[in-house]
């Protein structure tokens, strides 16, 4: 009889993403974890695929991990996470002629921000606001929702919000840390605040999975870093060095932000 392959699931969030799911599939076969992917168009459907059975192991955006993690109360396993996503905070920034020095002196200005369920440009930075004491209703945002369901996953809400803030239509903007960083010297552009930091995306799966399957997988998760030019293929598509062990405190930040914002 034919030994069952561990079923992945995804979002299609980038043309890439077919590469990445492509190369881990070949990695885990080598490995001798044989396994299958399953392609989903929004973390929602995706973490209703976890929950229902249907994929064994979902990539699973930090809000969607909390989500899963709400709906079993406490009961699945977040297995690993990106090296990269580890302990990221979100910044908020403006132009350095807008006046604006502290988070305080956001009250009642034109905020660009993601979509509803974005992590770091959106519930992360707004219950900054909240928790520093600004009037979130007083405050208008400009929100750029260019993916629904898929929580800024392929970056294009970064370079809208960018485009936002330097051309004035807001007065300050929200980004992951990572990101900013990742941009290098902006001319123009200073950073007001940054918020707590929460870990990002994780490989999820629920305490159900046979644990062959598990022990497979993490095995082969394991064997990237040091492995061959497919292994090395995996992580340059992942955009990470490694995989780490998912930190059960990791997402407290963000888990207060939604339960503050109401954002479940």
Request: glycine share 10%; charged share 20%.
């Amino acid at each position: 009889m034919r030994e069952r392959p561990l079923v992945l699931g995804g979002v299609a969030a980038v043309p890439r993403s077919v590469l990445f799911w492509d190369a881990l599939r070949a990695h885990l076969a080598a490995a001798g974890q044989p396994s299958e992917f399953v392609l989903h168009s929004t973390y929602d459907r995706l973490g209703d695929a976890l929950l229902a059975g249907q994929v064994d192991v979902a990539w699973c955006s930090p809000v969607a991990h909390l989500r899963v993690l709400r709906s079993t109360h406490q009961a699945h396993a977040g297995l690993l996470t990106r090296d990269v996503d580890r302990g990221v905070p979100s910044v908020w920034f403006t132009r350095d002629d807008q006046g604006v020095r502290v988070a305080t002196d956001l009250a009642g200005k034109t905020l660009a921000v993601g979509g509803r369920d974005h992590p770091y440009n959106r519930l992360l930075p707004l219950h900054h606001l909240k928790l520093a004491g600004v009037d979130l209703p007083g405050v208008r945002l400009l929100a750029f929702d260019t993916e629904p369901g898929r929580h800024g996953e392929s970056g294009r809400q970064d370079l809208t919000i960018l485009d936002a803030v330097r051309d004035g239509r807001a007065h300050a903007g929200a980004l992951s840390e990572r990101t900013w960083n990742e941009l290098g010297p902006t001319e123009g552009l200073v950073r007001v605040a940054v918020t707590a930091a929460t870990d990002g995306w994780v490989f999820d799966a629920l305490p159900t999975l046979p644990s062959a399957l598990r022990l497979g997988f993490e095995r082969a998760m394991a064997a990237l870093v040091g492995g061959d030019e497919g292994a090395r293929q995996v992580l340059d598509l992942a955009g990470c060095g490694s995989f780490l062990r998912v930190r059960p405190e990791g997402h407290l930040a963000l888990r207060a932000a939604m339960d503050g914002l109401a954002a479940w």
